[in-house]
């Protein structure tokens, strides 16, 4: 037996769900409290409250069960809105640990073992990085500047691209790591490697890895040149990120270190993946994406994550909603979603009527994304768990909380 409320905002509802172990008969009730937020229901002697998103009109009552629910084991109601509530919106942009909410002395650790991988003092400013089309967004605002006569063509292109270059912002520039700065992405943090300490460098596993990354080949078991290599924590082995030779950054998942933060807690796997679908979306304009393993050496066949991918549609990119089953009210995405073999997705990707977007997250990441859909998914009342052959779930979203 459980409850389940959605704050609908935009029509100033509540969506409230009660499913029942079995038909309702004459020992069901539903009772709104005194302080128009809690509801109680009670069926067979069993009682189940839920603390809604936001506060009702209604007074103190017994909520109606309609002639057509009787008998029936899920029973649903519309609550009005407080018309004074102003519950808090979950901000739609809204970054999982923005520069302004890092503290600059703090050093940063390993959340598994607690070891500085990068010393207190060695990052002496946060900045964030801008969204990933930023290059080629200043390019076609160079490109089409109104009081500057242009030309098109090869020749023009051409040249207008090494002149974009030399300035730094070209769609072939890239920002590199710079020691003493600490860059925050949508779901990691970059330092130069001169910063970190305690840090492994491996093609694949950590047993294969080095502290002196310079030591290390330049070709994994593919014998293609890596521009990546997998850091792992020296002292816990757990898997803390990646370096990136190109912008010579070591890139560090903010799901998988602590730092001091104006904020009372820190990002999980499944609000950073929110952080990025909706970054995702407001860039390309797409609802569905395929969350697809990084492929590097550290995958083996022998892991069954390695082949999962998670196909995903976003139905609605800001919703609260709470449960009985949950402690508190929370933001997330609600949207449909799969499990796939990550050989389908790849197929998807390459088709020329793909409309999906890839995100590429560590397959163990993705593992757990998995796991936190499914235990959403027993929030919802059972008629709404499924929709043809999608499952729904609830993607927790990142609340900035001082």
């Known amino acids: 037996m459980s409850l389940y409320a959605e704050l609908l905002t935009n029509i100033r509802q509540i969506s409230v769900a009660a499913s029942l172990p079995s038909p309702g008969d004459a020992s069901t009730q539903v009772a709104l409290a005194a302080d128009c937020q809690t509801v109680e229901l009670s069926h067979g002697g069993i009682v189940a409250r839920l603390t809604l998103p936001a506060k009702t009109a209604l007074s103190a009552a017994l909520l109606p069960i309609q002639d057509r629910q009787k ?47 990068v010393p207190a003092g060695a990052v002496k400013e946060w900045k964030d990085l801008p969204s990933e089309n930023w ?6 605002w160079h490109c089409h500047k109104p009081d500057r006569a242009h030309a098109h ?22 920002i590199s790591a710079q020691q003493g700065v600490g860059f925050v992405d949508l779901t990691t943090l970059l330092f130069a490697e001169s ?18 990354r310079q030591s ?15 850091v792992f924590c020296s002292s816990c082995h757990g898997q803390l990120g990646f370096f990136n030779s190109r912008t010579s950054a070591v890139a560090l998942f903010k799901w998988q270190i602590t730092c001091m933060s104006s904020l009372a807690a820190a990002p999980g796997i499944p609000e950073c993946l ?29 892991n069954a994550h390695d082949q999962t991918a998670i196909h995903v549609w976003v139905l609605n990119s800001s919703i609260v909603y709470s449960a009985s089953s949950a402690a508190r ?32 997250m ?34 927790t979203r990142w609340e900035s909380k001082a």
């Open 71 to 117: 008998g029936a084991t899920t029973l649903s109601w519309r609550l009005p809105l407080e018309p004074s509530s102003t519950p808090s919106p979950h901000q739609t942009d809204a970054l999982p640990w923005s520069a302004t909410d890092l503290d600059p002395s703090s050093a940063v650790t390993c959340r598994q073992c607690r070891t500085a991988v």
């Open 135 to 140: 290059a080629e967004m200043m390019e076609f």
């Open 153 to 174: 063509g090869d020749d023009a292109g051409k040249a207008d691209e090494t002149s974009l270059a030399s300035r730094g912002y070209g769609a072939s520039s890239l």
């Open 195 to 212: 910063d970190c300490r305690h840090l492994t460098f491996s093609l694949s596993g950590y047993q294969h890895g080095s502290t002196d």
């Open 216 to 230: 290390l080949p330049l070709t994994g078991s593919t014998s293609t040149p890596s521009h990546k290599l997998n």
């Open 274 to 302: 929110a952080a990025t679908l909706i970054s995702t979306m407001s860039r390309s304009g797409s609802s569905k994406a395929l969350i697809t393993p990084i492929n590097d050496d550290t995958q083996t066949t022998n």
């Open 329 to 360: 009210r929370t933001p997330a995405i609600k949207l449909l979603y799969r499990p796939i073999p990550a050989e389908k997705a790849d197929r998807m990707l390459e088709a020329v009527t793909c409309e999906a977007q890839e995100i590429n």
């Open 362 to 395: 560590p397959a163990q990441a993705i593992g757990r994304v998995v796991q936190h859909l499914e235990e959403s998914n027993l929030c919802l009342p059972l008629t709404e768990r499924t929709f043809k052959e999608w499952n729904v779930g609830l993607l």
